[in-house]
């Protein structure tokens, strides 16, 4: 079982960006394709973005295509979400977890989450 350690959260104004960080447990980091997701106050979790085990190919939800990239390092056993130009509407709890590529499933459990906060 994969454990995952999220990071990189805080308050920005509409505008600004963030980089949040994903450390995850184990020596197959690699194998595993992973996702970014997030939860805002009363609606359900909902996926932001994935990326293959090789990190050849990723995935996006509309709402953040151009906005966002993810984005992993192997050697260091982390995923990254670069987001820019963020909206009130990005405000929310993100997590990471293992996913099945294309299909945007979940495979693992979640961590706690770091809360971004954007300001308008």
């Known amino acids: 079982q994969v454990q995952l350690v999220e990071s990189g959260g805080g308050l920005v104004q509409a505008g600004g960006s963030l980089r949040l960080s994903c450390l995850a447990s184990?020596?197959?980091?690699?194998?595993?394709?992973m996702g970014w997701f997030r939860q805002a106050p009363g609606k359900e979790r909902e996926f932001v973005a994935g990326i293959r085990g090789s990190g050849s190919m990723t995935d996006y939800t509309d709402s953040v295509k151009g906005r966002f990239t993810i984005s992993r390092d192997n050697a260091k056993n982390t995923v990254y979400l670069q987001m820019y130009s963020l909206k009130p509407e990005d405000t929310a709890v993100y997590y990471c977890n293992t996913i099945v590529f294309g299909t945007r499933a979940t495979m693992g459990s979640w961590g706690q989450g770091t809360q971004v906060t954007v300001s308008s």
């Open positions: 184990g020596r197959t980091f690699n194998n595993y394709a």
